[in-house]
Structure formats: C-alpha cells, structure tokens
C-alpha cells in the first residue's frame, strides 16, 4: 500500500451531522475567512440539503480531527440568485442541487478527498432525483485547484462571475483570505451532470 492509499484510507468520508457544525465551522473560518459561515447560517443550509430522508452534506474525518466537509443544498430546496444562469444548464432548475462548499484542511489537500466529498454529495442528490448540480469555485485557490478538481470529476464552466463575494454585495460580514474586506476573487458557475455517476 502506497504511502497516499494508505492515508486516504484512515479517512472516513460520512454524512454531515449537527455535531460536527462546531468544527465545520472554524474549519470554514481557517480556510475562508472570517464571516463566512455561523450556526444559524450552517443550519438553515444543512436543512436545505435533506430531502426525503437523504442528507447530501458530508464530512471528511480521521478520528476526531474534521479534514473537510461539502455542504450542498437538494434540488428544489434553493433559489437560484443573481449569480446563477440557469437559461445556460440545459437542465430544469428545480432538478438541480447546489453545491455550496467543499473545503478541505491543508494538510488534506492533494490527494483526492474533494473529488470523495463531491461524489458522496452527488450521488446523494441523485437519489434525491436531482439530474445535476451547480456550484461557484473559486477561481483564485491555490493553484486554481477548485477548478481543476470539479473538471476533473466532469463539471463544465457555464460562466465566470467577478466580485461573487464582494462585501457590498450581499456577504457584509466576509473577510476574504485574500483580499481581505475588499473581495474582488471570481466565481466561475459550473455544472456538474449525473448522467455519469
């Protein structure tokens, strides 16, 4: 056993519970900065992804230490904003699911657990009955790995979005990890089809 199948074997990849929002949350704080998310927030997302019994919100942990985590909301549980262009899907909105966020501790970085977390989460809202889901990567990480790692698994680019998360928009309270309170990173809009799972 190599040295990478065996550390990614120690690692479970299960669904999110409520016991595991305190450290989703200040993992999202480590590595997205502070604003990003709170207790009321994560909740009412949390929520937002369990449709007919099915949570598609996962975790990524190694005993007791949280690596990462995927929040994604069901299809037909969310509003697509301003930032969506669902004319561009080629899908119907309400059988598509969004996905929020796939984050991962530094040290889990680089050796597959993104593209577990979203296949967990994907395969769960297809049971859901949704036929493909959205999500905004961030264009700026690291090496632009976001991008890269949800084309890997098959997601397309539908558009970029400068400024997504600018603070005069609607997230007052983020603080980006590289802007700082001035956030000018892009969201590039893609989609992900589960005709391929």
Request: net charge neutral.
């Amino acid at each position: 056993m190599t040295s990478e199948s065996s550390h990614l074997s120690s690692i479970t990849v299960r669904p999110m519970t409520e016991d595991d929002f305190d450290s989703v949350i200040a993992l999202g704080l480590k590595v997205h900065g502070g604003g990003y998310l709170d207790i009321p927030h994560l909740q009412a997302l949390w929520h937002s992804g369990i449709k007919d019994g099915i949570n598609p919100s996962y975790v990524a942990v190694r005993g007791d230490e949280l690596l990462g985590f995927r929040l994604t909301l069901a299809a037909g549980q969310w509003q697509p904003d301003r930032w969506c262009s669902p004319e561009l899907w080629q899908l119907p909105k309400d059988k598509v699911c969004y996905f929020k966020s796939n984050t991962l501790a530094e040290a889990a970085r680089g050796h597959g657990l993104g593209g577990r977390l979203l296949l967990a989460s994907a395969r769960a809202c297809a049971r859901q009955g949704a036929l493909g889901g959205i999500a905004h990567l961030w264009q700026e990480s690291p090496h632009n790995a976001a991008v890269r790692y949800f084309a890997k698994a098959g997601g397309r680019l539908i558009k970029a979005h400068p400024d997504r998360w600018n603070q005069s928009h609607d997230n007052p309270d983020y603080v980006c990890v590289r802007c700082g309170t001035d956030c000018h990173c892009t969201a590039c809009e893609m989609l992900l089809s589960f005709d391929k799972l």
